[in-house]
């Protein structure tokens, strides 16, 4: 038997990447024009862990696509070119 002290196995589990938030605004003002054109806007919410909260206004607001142009455009679109954006939730 040895005395000596081993180290610990170490997590492979990667932290959460920080977003860009300057690109996250850039990218935002990129999408905005298209929101707009149909009447809504998007309003950042906040950041956490990677997960980017919006709220989505005026026709957006209660228009019954808004989840299907949250997912498929804003999202894609956010986790293409902004680094550490995960996810997008809207209210």
């Given at each position: 038997?040895?005395?000596?002290?081993?180290?610990?196995?170490?997590?492979?589990?990667?932290l959460p990447t920080e977003v860009d938030?300057?690109?996250?605004?850039?990218?935002?003002?990129?999408?905005?024009?298209?929101?707009?054109?149909?009447?809504?806007?998007?309003?950042?919410?906040?950041?956490?862990?990677?997960?980017?909260?919006?709220?989505?206004?005026?026709?957006?607001?209660?228009?019954?696509?808004?989840?299907?142009?949250?997912?498929?455009?804003?999202?894609?679109?956010?986790?293409?070119?902004?680094?550490?954006?995960?996810?997008?939730?809207?209210?």
């Amino acid at each position: 038997m040895s005395d000596t002290i081993t180290p610990e196995a170490t997590s492979t589990e990667t932290l959460p990447t920080e977003v860009d938030l300057e690109k996250l605004q850039e990218t935002l003002e990129y999408i905005r024009p298209a929101i707009q054109m149909d009447g809504g806007d998007l309003v950042l919410m906040g950041v956490e862990d990677g997960t980017v909260n919006l709220q989505m206004v005026g026709a957006c607001g209660g228009c019954p696509m808004s989840m299907m142009t949250l997912k498929a455009g804003i999202e894609r679109i956010l986790m293409e070119r902004v680094p550490g954006v995960v996810a997008v939730n809207a209210s």
